[in-house]
Every structure is written in structure tokens, then in C-alpha cells.
């Protein structure tokens, strides 16, 4: 690699928004954020219960914090409630004069509602409610699963004037769903008379789990050409949605909403970490590289596509044929893609909820730890 080259650069110039998957109080305390997004070119942050659990059990940023809410007898939900939102909220300071810079398209934070509300459309619009009065900075998303239940919810708090970020979408099917609901938001929010230009949303496309299910499939297939189909299928997928998001922002309906000033959902690839070490680690970035879409990497991605990653232009347009075969040789060798995606929105449900009972018992851990030293902070 030439020594002047800046991939990250190159990939922003290119349309692509670039958010690190990643947030701690150490990444904010210790300057690392300002850092990224100097140097970096990162625009944005999303996280998920893994990432805050893992943060909580490193270091001691969250000492003091720790030690008040136990005094208080802050029960668990309200304890990982309030820690979640001060990261968050402290995130959104730290990013916003990229999202003035940016007229609100980037400089986001996403916060995700509790995955075991994704079953119950009214709970999960309480907390989306809850979490974007909590943290109180207008770039915000509040993050909302595509599940069924998840849709409605996601029209409901649209209306209201909150932005969301859509999360665990993996079939071509919901997604179309996805930016219909975003549309009725829209047109509810215009209704109520929000300003729409104030409103703006991201649909986050999974991408490296649909690789990682199909390619165990192929695995049992007796044929030839199912080797050649290994690792193909999450890319091919994440190109025909965009396909599908070119259509509907085309089309009438949106026209009329941008004719209002309503903003773009914008395709968002997320699970971009590249899990089989057969290929190469920056693909779910240089494969999916489009103008109008948003990135969001782990930290090992994104450093090694700063180090080595390559960025040829547009690797999306003109995909679309070739996308369509690779799915329909995957049906030919019997596999079921709408089964396929179907078990990963199940499996994603079942580990996102296994991520919050991490945080709640990584939480309910430091409290039990702190409860001590509050004791005695009390009784001096």
C-alpha cells in the first residue's frame, strides 16, 4: 500500500458513510472518538448490549456511576437504562458538530430499545419514546427491530418525530416492508405537522450472518458448484437490496415525501466483521461500496480497511443480474433463502436477548460490587 494512500478516505469520498460499531466510556473518556473521527474519517456510532457489557467489565469509568446507583437502590432495568443513555448521550456531544457539519445525515448514535421488547409493538414504543427524551440530542436513532411487531412500532415513533434506526433485517421481503413503514411514519408525521426535513432514518441490512448460515449449508451439498457459492450469498443479497431501495426512491410515493422535504432512509450494511478467515477481511466494506449508504464496522474491520482495504468505486451498480443468479443457484442446490433469513431474524432475536441478559448480569455484578463502598460512603 502506498504510504499516502487513505482507504477510509477513499470510502467516504466514494458515498460511505463510515460509523464504528463500538462504544465504551473509555473510548469517550480517554479522547479515542475525537481521535477515530479525526483521523479515521468516522461520522458515526451504533451499539448493542455485547458492546456495553463488554465495556463495563474493563476498567473503572463506570465506577462512580456504579457506586450512586447502588446507594440509590436502583433496580437493574433502571440502572442499565441510566448507564446506557449517559455513554449515549455523551456520544452524541462528542459528534455533534459532525452531524451540524452534515445537515443531520450523519454524526448519529444509535441506542437500541430492549431486544426483549421485539414481540410487543405498544412496550417498544414506550421505551423508544423513553430512551429519546433520556438522552435528549437530536442525533439520535433509536434502534427498532424489523420484526413484525417491531414494523408498527417503527411507523408509531416515526410519526412522532424520532428517527430510528431499523435494526436485524435480513430478507429482501422485510426490508420492503421496512421502507414502507417509514414512508406511513413520514406521511403521519406530516399529518401531525412535524417538520419531515428533521426526521432521518437508516435501515441496517445484516450482512456476513447470511454468509455464515449459507456456507454451512453448502457444506452438505454434494455438488460442485456449491463451492463456488461459498461466501457469495451475503453480498449478493445486500446488492439487491439496494436494488430495492432505488425503487422505492424512485417511485411517486417518495417523491411526494421528498418533494416535502422528508430525508432518505439510507441502506445501512451492519454485521460487516468477516467471520470465516478464508476471506478477506475487509470484503463486507469493499464489496458493498455505494453512494447514499452508511457502514457500520467493528473496530478490527475498520482498522484493517484503514490499513489495507481497497476501494475500486461503485461495486454495487450494475451487480443486480449477477446477484440474482447467485440466489437462484443457491435454490437450484436446494437451498431455501426465505428459510435461510427467516432463522437468522430468529437466531439475531434469540442473541440479541442473550446480549441483555449479558449486560443485565454484568450490571447487576458491578452493583453488587459497588454496594459495599456505597455502604460505607454513606455511613461516614
Known amino acids: 500500500m502506498h504510504p499516502a494512500s487513505d482507504p477510509l478516505l477513499e470510502l467516504s469520498a466514494a458515498g460511505v458513510s463510515v460509523w464504528l460499531d463500538d462504544l465504551s466510556r473509555e473510548l469517550l473518556a480517554g479522547g479515542e472518538l475525537e481521535a477515530l473521527i479525526r483521523d479515521k474519517h468516522v461520522v458515526g456510532v451504533t451499539s448493542n448490549p455485547t458492546i456495553f457489557a463488554s465495556a463495563l467489565s474493563k476498567g473503572d469509568r463506570y465506577n462512580e456511576q456504579l457506586r450512586d446507583l447502588a446507594a440509590t437502590g436502583t433496580g437493574l432495568d433502571d440502572a442499565i437504562f441510566a448507564i446506557t443513555t449517559h455513554d449515549v448521550r455523551s456520544a452524541c456531544r462528542v459528534l455533534r458538530p459532525v452531524y451540524e457539519q452534515t445537515d443531520g445525515v450523519d454524526g448519529r448514535v444509535s441506542i437500541e430499545v430492549d431486544p426483549r421488547l421485539a414481540r410487543d409493538t405498544e412496550a417498544t414504543i414506550v421505551q423508544a419514546l423513553a430512551l429519546w427524551r433520556a ?10 427491530p424489523a420484526t413484525i411487531e417491531g414494523l408498527a412500532a417503527i411507523t408509531a415513533v416515526t410519526a412522532q418525530g424520532i428517527s430510528v434506526n431499523v435494526t436485524l433485517i435480513f430478507s429482501l421481503e422485510r426490508y420492503r416492508r421496512v421502507m414502507d413503514v417509514y414512508m406511513r411514519g413520514l406521511e403521519a408525521a406530516a399529518r401531525a405537522g412535524h417538520e419531515l426535513s428533521a426526521i432521518h432514518g437508516v435501515a441496517s441490512f445484516f450482512v456476513s450472518r447470511v454468509d455464515t448460515e449459507v456456507d454451512a449449508r453448502l457444506g452438505g451439498v454434494a455438488d460442485p458448484a456449491a463451492t463456488a457459492l461459498e461466501g457469495r450469498a451475503a453480498v449478493a443479497n445486500a446488492r439487491l ?25 439510507r441502506p445501512l450494511w451492519a454485521s460487516t466483521g468477516v467471520k470465516s478467515p478464508a476471506y478477506a477481511d475487509t470484503m463486507y466494506v469493499s464489496e458493498l461500496v455505494v453512494r447514499g449508504t452508511v457502514n457500520t464496522m467493528p473496530g478490527a474491520t475498520l482498522m484493517a480497511f484503514a490499513d489495507h482495504g481497497v476501494v475500486t468505486g461503485d461495486t454495487v451498480h450494475g451487480t443486480y443480474d449477477d446477484a440474482r443468479d447467485r440466489l437462484a ?52
Not at 411526494?256 to 430525508?263: D, H, S, T
Not at 437451498?335 to 448480569?361: C, N, P
Not at 455484578?365 to 456505597?374: G, N
Open 135 to 144: 438522552v435528549g440530542e437530536p442525533n439520535l436513532f433509536v434502534k427498532i
Open 241 to 265: 437490496a439496494f436494488e430495492a431501495y432505488e425503487q422505492v426512491a424512485t417511485g411517486e410515493r417518495w417523491q411526494a415525501l421528498a418533494a416535502a422535504g422528508a430525508r432518505p432512509q
Open 329 to 380: 443457484a443457491l435454490q437450484r442446490l436446494g437451498i431455501d433463502f426465505d428459510e435461510v433469513t427467516e432463522l437468522l431474524e430468529r437466531e439475531g432475536l434469540a442473541k440479541f436477548e442473550a446480549s441483555w441478559d449479558e449486560l443485565g448480569a454484568t450490571v447487576r455484578r458491578e452493583l453488587r460490587d459497588a454496594a459495599p463502598t456505597a455502604a460505607r460512603i454513606g455511613s461516614a
